[in-house]
């Protein structure tokens, strides 16, 4: 399952930027040249101060938010969601095969955030493995990575739920043999056009030939999501993300790109 981690990377870019500038500035000025005049120096810093500051507004606070929207007007969900999966090594050929698991099903729960017993089940249930999740796997994969910055996001966006008031927010998860195999965050503030902003699933089924891990929970988790807000009476919804091909395939849409930057919805870098 694909997941939008470029434009997270835009955004810390800003934040690590700063803190190198602001943590650095006096150990950068304590640096010497022999036989350069401290004028220079001071021009040299100056100009390396402003060129990162210049990367940190054009390549972060300038940042396209890229959804997708899937229309649920014409939407006739299968009856059975999609099943786990695992991948198999042929002991001859090296080569992965698909190995469908056709006695075991994903199960699915939904966490309602304003309610207060949803949300200590949540903290029960959920969070210890999003805890895990976001502690990164040695070596380093994208995939896996990914599945760790975003676990992160979505534990700090929950815990950060109380500045957003009575926004309706949702956790949704797929479970298989009893353990959280995906995770998403999920803003209602348009009935009709609910947004799911994390989508995430277990890093170690995102690792490179691993065979071990069940697959499939991140797109069982978003099949049910459909089904959940078609059933529900939305019209639409907007699905966070920067690997579009892979939804276009199945049959979303690209949303205009929306040019925000970290202090509003106004452009940077001479864009409106």
């Not at 470029?6 to 955004?11: D, S, T």
């Not at 030939?209 to 069940?214: C, E, L, S």
């Not at 579009?244 to 919805?265: C, H, I, M, N, Q």
Request: charged share 25%; hydrophobic share 35%; proline share 5%.
């Amino acid at each position: 399952m694909p997941f939008p981690i470029e434009n997270y990377i835009k955004k810390a870019l800003h934040k690590y930027i700063f803190y190198f500038l602001n943590k650095n500035t006096p150990r950068l000025n304590r640096i010497g040249f022999f036989g350069v005049s401290m004028k220079v120096k001071n021009i040299f810093f100056g100009f390396l101060k402003a060129l990162l500051l210049v990367v940190a507004f054009c390549s972060s606070l300038l940042y396209a938010n890229e959804y997708m929207v899937f229309d649920l007007q014409n939407y006739q969900p299968a009856a059975d969601s999609p099943s786990p999966y695992f991948f198999q090594r042929d002991p001859i050929t090296g080569n992965l095969t698909k190995v469908t698991d056709l006695e075991n099903s994903f199960q699915f729960k939904t966490y309602n955030l304003k309610l207060r017993a949803d949300l200590e089940w949540y903290r029960e249930e959920v969070e210890p493995t999003l805890s895990r999740w976001r502690v990164r796997i040695s070596p380093s994969e994208y995939d896996s990575d990914s599945v760790s910055f975003l676990s992160s996001d979505l534990m700090n966006k929950v815990n950060d739920g109380s500045l957003e008031g009575s926004l309706p927010r949702e956790v949704h998860v797929a479970i298989y043999k009893g353990r959280v195999e995906a995770a998403s965050y999920v803003k209602n503030t348009e009935p009709e056009m609910p947004e799911i902003d994390i989508l995430a699933a277990n890093p170690e089924g995102m690792r490179v030939g691993q065979t071990m891990n069940v697959k499939g929970a991140g797109s069982a988790l978003l099949d049910y999501e459909l089904k959940t807000f078609k059933g529900r009476g939305a019209e639409k919804v907007r699905l966070f993300s920067t690997r579009d091909e892979y939804y276009l395939d199945r049959g979303w849409k690209s949303e205009p790109a929306r040019w925000t930057d970290v202090f509003g919805d106004q452009g940077a870098c001479g864009r409106d």
